[in-house]
């Protein structure tokens, strides 16, 4: 109940900000607290820099953003040893990189190369420049964000980089009654700039360990071995759920679990997350595309079949 009460005052806060986006916001929080990266995606001004914004506040975080274009090197990200004239030494000079919250915007803007850079980062929580390992401050989180629709002068993501991000998932656009709501809280003040800290930085490390502790039984673990062994034996499917995405599962079930205030997982939790954890990791064949099928239909389709576990099992 401590975790769900810290995640509510977190959504509470961001929500001064973001209008009735209170589901994804969620989201976002579960996947900081299983360890994860999100990955926005959307069309702009539906506010995924705010909402990065608000929620390192919230929770009293280091906060830069990346604006990812062709040009961008791996350096201007990661940093570079220079040569002091002064001292006669190389110093190390850190890129944005080093911060709690990352926001890359537009990531598919930059070329494969400065993509890659991510890599290391985003699972082993560390950067090697140089030969030189540098180890990330925690919490590390990368909010990514791209366009769905503009795709002139894009790198798409290869494989490997979205099966690093746990959760991908949209923002969309607000209704009326939200939007008059937005623009009542922005028509004299931007609110961002009255968001103050709810939850400490360290406090999220903590959480960060004590989701690990939320009980999963034999039954959910064989539910979530089944949804992804699914996507393997697919006829649509190309490149099926990876290892990972077993573990990002029951991970982000947990996480979950724990935000909505259970210290165990049940089954809802695990189908509720599916499309969200694994609609982007995997890869459908190419006459499946052409006809616009897309993967969290298949996902749905898999969540359909698959029987779900009874919820009375015992501790």
Do not use: W
């Not at 909402?51 to 350096?75: G, V």
């Not at 494989?159 to 959760?167: G, K, M, N, V, Y």
């Not at 623009?183 to 800290?197: A, C, G, Q, S, Y």
């Not at 599962?249 to 189908?271: I, T």
């Amino acid at each position: 109940m401590e975790i769900a009460d810290k995640a509510k005052k977190i959504i509470q806060n961001i929500s001064k900000v973001i209008v009735g986006k209170e589901a994804q916001i969620e989201l976002v929080i579960t996947s900081l607290f299983a360890g994860g990266h999100v990955l926005l995606e959307d069309v702009p001004g539906t506010g995924k820099t705010m909402l990065s914004k608000a929620l390192a506040k919230s929770i009293d975080c280091s906060f830069k953003r990346i604006q990812f274009t062709p040009d961008l090197l791996p350096s201007d990200l990661t940093g570079i040893y220079y040569f002091n004239m002064k001292t006669q030494e190389f110093e190390f000079r850190p890129g944005p990189i080093f911060t709690n919250i990352l926001l890359a915007d537009e990531i598919n803007r930059a070329t494969p190369r400065t993509q890659s850079s991510l890599l290391e980062c985003m699972e082993e929580r560390q950067v090697t420049i140089d030969g030189i390992t540098h180890k990330l401050e925690d919490p590390f989180f990368v909010i990514a964000t791209q366009n769905p629709i503009e795709i002139q002068g894009t790198y798409p993501l290869p494989e490997a980089q979205l099966d690093r991000f746990l959760i991908k998932l949209s923002l969309g656009y607000t209704n009326k009654e939200q939007t008059i709501q937005m623009l009542t809280r922005f028509r004299e003040k931007n609110p961002l700039d009255e968001i103050e800290p709810v939850v400490a930085k360290d406090e999220v490390i903590k959480i960060q360990e004590k989701i690990k502790e939320v009980y999963v039984n034999e039954d959910i673990l064989s539910y979530i071995y089944e949804i992804c062994q699914s996507t393997r034996e697919h006829e649509m499917v190309q490149l099926p759920a990876s290892n990972r995405s077993f573990i990002a599962l029951m991970r982000a079930s947990q996480s979950l679990a724990a935000v909505r205030g259970y210290d165990f997982v049940l089954p809802d939790f695990v189908k509720y997350l599916a499309p969200f954890v694994l609609s982007h990791r995997i890869l459908l064949k190419n006459q499946y595309i052409i006809k616009n099928t897309k993967s969290s239909d298949v996902i749905n389709e898999i969540l359909e079949k698959v029987a779900v576990p009874s919820e009375n099992f015992a501790f």
